[in-house]
């Protein structure tokens, strides 16, 4: 079975602070992994996966399988940031079968 | 296009009322999920279309829930009887065929069942 695991429900960090938020996962083959934003009063929508190993948003997130892990980074907080983050797991060639964590708020304090 | 399109936005009701949700999926996406959300689980899948046909529901937590796709452009959700528990955000979302991995999503029906 594939499960995901955000163990923060909610983080507060000052605006040009490091932040990290904490996803690990667990699947027995070899996944794909994503991070969804749903800012406020928006829709749910794609941040970044890991297979592009992109930075979006100043947003970076490294697959780490012997840690079965997928923190969400970015080296200085913005305001704009603030938003509900979820981490996402499909089975590799099967992306339809897509599990979430239980997402962890990010708040930004000016 | 517009997006997702779900309504209504808001819905409340009583135990024991049928409520009925539905979704309209970007045009030419060939699958369809519906989810649910709520503080303790987050988002759960409760069961997703291909071609309008079911493929995994799985997710589906009851007899008391069920969705159907008539057509390419139009899914409902079902609960019927609606109890206390049900009340949540219920997100559709819809992808195509050759950009499987990202999902797009509607703006949630925010259902409360009283």
């Known amino acids: 079975a594939q499960r995901v695991t955000q163990p923060e429900k909610l983080l507060s960090v000052f605006k040009g602070a490091p932040v990290e938020l904490k996803c690990n996962y667990s699947?027995?083959?070899?996944?794909?992994l994503f991070w969804y934003v749903q800012y406020s009063r928006q829709r749910l929508q794609l941040l970044l996966r890991?297979?592009s190993r992109e930075s979006i948003k100043g947003f970076t997130a490294d697959l780490n399988k012997g840690e079965t892990s997928f923190h969400l980074k970015k080296p200085f907080a913005q305001e704009e940031d603030s938003a509900m983050y979820y981490c996402?797991?499909?089975?590799?060639?099967?992306?339809?079968?897509?599990?979430f964590g239980t997402g962890t708020k990010l708040q930004v304090i000016p | 296009d517009a997006g997702v399109i779900q309504s209504p936005r808001h819905e409340v009701t009583e135990m024991g009322q049928e409520v009925t949700l539905r979704c309209k999926p970007i045009?030419?996406?060939?699958?369809l999920f519906w989810y649910r959300q709520t503080m303790m689980r987050g988002l759960e899948l409760l069961i997703y279309?291909?071609?309008?046909?079911?493929?995994?529901d799985s997710g589906m937590p009851e007899d008391r829930f069920s969705a159907k796709m008539p057509n390419a452009s139009f899914s409902t959700l079902k609960i019927q009887p609606s109890e206390p528990r049900d009340s949540a955000v219920y997100f559709c979302?819809?992808?195509?065929?050759?950009?499987?991995?990202?999902?797009?999503f509607g703006p949630g029906t925010r259902l409360t069942v009283l």
């Open positions: 890991h297979i």
């Open positions: 699947y027995s083959g070899s996944p794909e």
């Open positions: 996402a797991l499909a089975p590799s060639g099967g992306y339809q079968k897509v599990t």
């Open positions: 045009s030419g996406h060939d699958y």
């Open positions: 979302a819809s992808s195509s065929r050759n950009q499987a991995d990202t999902q797009y």
């Open positions: 279309f291909n071609n309008n046909v079911p493929i995994d």
